[in-house]
């Protein structure tokens, strides 16, 4: 079966910490692979995504992820967080808009 | 980047009355949007996929005589909670693709809060 789990549902980090959130996927095909982040009112915008090609992929706002096709991973990562970051972050797997999403991960960051 | 509306952003109403919920793509045309439903701390759960002149397709559990989707337009596409329940209190959110492509960005409205009392 086609799932996304994110094994951390919550996340606190100091500003100015490094951040690791974790995504693991089981999917039948070859995954396109998201990171979503949702903040209170807003809708959910797309930090980064992975289809083929480098499996290091950039986004925006300083993330970036790697795709491990052994480990079936698919983790977010951002070298110094911002304040602005405390948000919900979803990982998704899918293709053509249907969209299968992990649970969520909640980051808060502390001063 | 393309915006996509959602409207009301939130709504009370009471159980058995009926709900309408708009999703609007502002500045691009979606032939095939979609409408995800999420429980409070959880994740989003995809319900259909609205066709533009055509029927809905329903995800497996889910009720169409329950959740009328409507895609009037290449720009539109309405979600009815019909005789709504205290169950079916949610955050329902749309989303409309970006291009054709399996990969393209869907960009997701803001989500319409839904309680039923």
Redesign the interface.
């Given at each position: 079966a086609q799932s996304v789990t994110q094994p951390d549902i919550h996340i606190t980090v100091s500003e100015g910490a490094s951040l690791e959130l974790r995504c693991n996927y089981s999917y039948g095909a070859t995954p396109y692979l998201f990171w979503y982040v949702q903040s209170p009112g807003q809708g959910l915008q797309l930090l980064l995504k992975y289809f083929s090609g480098d499996t290091l992929v950039q986004g925006i706002k300083g993330f970036e992820a790697e795709f491990k096709r052994s480990q079936s991973s698919f983790n977010l990562r951002k070298p110094s967080v911002h304040w602005s970051d405390a948000a919900e972050y979803f990982c998704a797997v899918g293709a053509n808009g249907k969209l299968i999403f992990g649970q969520g991960t909640t980051l808060q960051v502390k001063p | 980047g393309a915006v996509?509306s959602q409207h009301p952003?939130r709504v009370i109403c009471k159980s058995g009355t009926s709900v309408k919920i708009e999703c609007r793509s502002l500045d691009f045309q979606a032939t095939?949007m979609?409408w995800y439903r999420q429980f409070p701390?959880?994740?989003?759960?995809?319900m259909a996929?609205s066709n533009e002149g055509s029927k809905a397709t329903y995800e497996q559990g889910v009720e169409k005589d329950k959740f009328l989707i409507n895609h009037a337009s290449l720009t539109l596409s309405t979600l009815t909670v019909t005789s709504a329940h205290p169950e079916d209190s949610s955050f329902y959110?749309c989303?409309a693709?970006g291009g054709s492509g399996?990969?393209d960005?869907?960009?997701?409205?803001?989500?319409t809060r839904l309680t039923v009392t």
């Open positions: - | 996509v952003s095939t979609f701390k959880q994740s989003l759960m995809l996929t959110i989303s693709p399996p990969s960005e869907q960009y997701f409205g803001p989500g």
